[in-house]
DNA sequence: CATAAATATCATATGATCATGGGGAAATCA
DNA sequence: TGATTTCCCCATGATCATATGATATTTATG
């Protein structure tokens, strides 16, 4: 459903969330989520410049959250890794379905899409915290 | 949201819905929908062996639907594809999520997704004939 | 200034998806 | 039988997301 990327961007944001709110180093949340370094340092780099979470240079850095919890929808999180189209895409990969003659399905699938849209708009981090079997999850899906 | 190869599957399957019931070869799907014939013929394939579609060889043969358009639900063409996970799946990627702890989204999650997945098991391919002259250049009077 | 901590960036490997090409094999009909 | 039409199958390349590795750059501190 989410790419692995994505799924590591809500992850690293809810370890972030769930700390006191000092600077982590990506390493630190790598080794927790048991994510790549790298590669996690990556994802981090580019919820830096979505604004999503802040970074700190040099000893003592690390990355921040740059709003409080609950004041970030995970849509801004996952939508920097994934379309996310809200109502733009047709089930039939038509670019011009909305136009004349909508597909039958347009309808009807926007009905349904809509509410998954809404659900990424309107769930923020902090919903995703408590149950902490986020931070020291059990892997592989 | 579908790959292309699932769009692909959907289309032809809808073409073939389209026509008077004869079969059609595998080119002349292709060139009704601007797709690759080889790779079409792949997918074509690959619905035959699901029993989406029948295929007959020989001159006069082609591809045909294996049911009737109102009894085939696009899940039987598009999960042949993709993997379609009714619900199974946590947003966070964690296989033991609806364990002890389901993280808090789980719920939320499921109830926003599970329509998607009743989409497609309830939607039939007889329901994305009408209109859309893009798939089909229908000859229906 | 020198050193260490940390992010930032470049380069590359891997696997899945997307796409193309060509060589059969089966069915039909003359 | 032979020729045509069509499906069937295997091999190859292109592209992108995913993932990893190595290096450069910035910053704080002694």
């Known amino acids: 459903m989410l790419s692995k990327t994505a799924q590591y961007a809500l992850r690293a944001v809810i370890y972030l969330a769930g700390g006191s ?21 990556k994802i981090l780099h580019t919820l830096s410049r979505a604004g999503v979470v802040e970074s700190e240079r040099g000893p003592g850095g690390g990355y921040r959250l740059a709003r409080p919890a609950d004041r970030i929808p995970i849509a801004d999180v996952v939508g920097e890794f994934e379309p996310l189209a809200p109502g733009g895409g047709c089930l039939l990969g038509f670019a011009s379905c909305p136009g004349e003659h909508p ?28 149950s902490s079997g986020a931070v020291a999850p059990t892997v592989h899906a």
């Open 103 to 130: 597909c039958p399905a347009h309808e009807r699938w926007q009905r349904v899409s809509e509410p998954i849209a809404a659900f990424f708009r309107e769930t923020m981090v902090s919903e995703l915290l408590e």
């Open 21 to 41: 709110g000092a600077p982590v180093p990506a390493a630190e949340v790598a080794a927790g989520l048991e994510v790549p370094p790298n590669y996690l340092s």
